[in-house]
Nanobody, 121 residues
Framework: QVQLVETGGGSVQAGGSLRLSCTTS????????MGWFRQAPGMEREAVAA??????YYADSVKGRFTISKGSVKNTVSLQMNDLLPEDTAMYYC????????????????WGQGTRVTVSS
């Protein structure tokens, strides 16, 4: 059974940091591009970052602040978020996908349930 479980969300003040983790099971995650997406209330889900083998991708809004990496624990992928801004407030989702534009949600086959991040000013 395919599972993606996100952890690490929470509430922080602007300028703070959080580290999200996604633990996967039921599929060979190193065969897939792993992505992080977020969705704020009333907004569409947007791509934040992705990683495939050693290639990383970032949305312009998070470049230099967020870092995606494969976790030290097998089958995990992490998102280190520094210098958080109130506009980073959203539900964050981990996803596994294949080829195609990395920002496109339709390219991802498997999704987690999300973890909430709230950044206060």
């Amino acid at each position: 059974q395919v599972q993606l479980v996100e952890t690490g969300g929470g509430s922080v003040q602007a300028g703070g940091s959080l580290r999200l983790s996604c633990t996967t099971s039921g599929f060979r995650y190193d065969f897939y591009r792993m992505g992080w997406f977020r969705q704020a209330p009333g907004m569409e889900r947007e791509a934040v970052a992705a990683i495939y083998q050693d290639i990383t991708y970032y949305a312009d809004s998070v470049k230099g602040r967020f870092t995606i990496s494969k976790g030290s624990v097998k089958n995990t992928v992490s998102l280190q978020m520094n210098d958080l801004l109130p506009e980073d407030t959203a539900m964050y989702y981990c996803a596994a996908g294949g080829d195609g534009p990395w920002k496109s949600t339709s390219q991802y086959s498997f999704w987690g349930q999300g973890t909430r991040v709230t950044v206060s000013s």
